[in-house]
């Protein structure tokens, strides 16, 4: 954005995101859930993008899609009784269902958080002050994740302790 405009940087993370997701099949031989729905997501805001040409919905699609997940997380976990986090990372994590349970509640909270703040900085500030949000913005992000990470660890060191039925490791 910053050496040509917002048309060009879409059309970059586009091409990354098709590079990433093909360095990790080639690396991995498959693609989890979240790297599908990434670059799914990915491409199609990007072509909506691309063939829209219309600032207001570079800076929305971030607001409609924080609250489209926070949407989908609660309706799941209180409409449905499905953990949407746990179906797609319960087969990396160990953890307690009611972790889970937090865990999305947290996620909900945080969606619904970064929906408003982008919607606000989308309504009342410009484009290149909207880019500048986004790039310093990732803070939020990074303090979310190191949050749930300090959160989720007491619990992977207890869930990976030898069991005193296992016979211990040389």
């Known amino acids: 954005y910053k050496l040509q405009d917002i048309y060009v940087a879409t059309a970059v993370l586009m091409a990354a995101t098709v590079v990433q997701t093909g360095i990790i099949y080639a690396l991995d031989r498959r693609l989890q859930t979240m790297h599908k729905v990434t670059l799914v997501l990915v491409l199609v805001f990007g072509v909506l993008t691309l063939f829209l040409q219309d600032e207001r919905f570079i800076k929305w699609k971030p607001t409609v899609l924080y609250g489209s997940m926070a949407l989908v997380l ?97």
Do not use: C
């Open 74 to 170: 609660a309706v799941a976990l209180w409409g449905w009784g499905k953990n949407f986090l746990h179906m797609l990372l319960g087969s990396q994590l160990q953890l307690p269902k009611a972790v889970w349970n937090r865990l999305t509640v947290a996620w909900v909270g945080y969606f619904v958080f970064m929906a408003a703040i982008n919607g606000y900085v989308a309504a009342y500030f410009s484009t290149e002050d909207w880019v500048n949000f986004k790039l310093w913005g990732y803070i939020f992000p990074v303090l979310f994740i190191v949050g749930q990470g300090l959160y989720i660890a007491r619990y992977l060191s207890a869930s990976e302790e030898p069991s005193a039925t296992k016979p211990p490791h040389d």
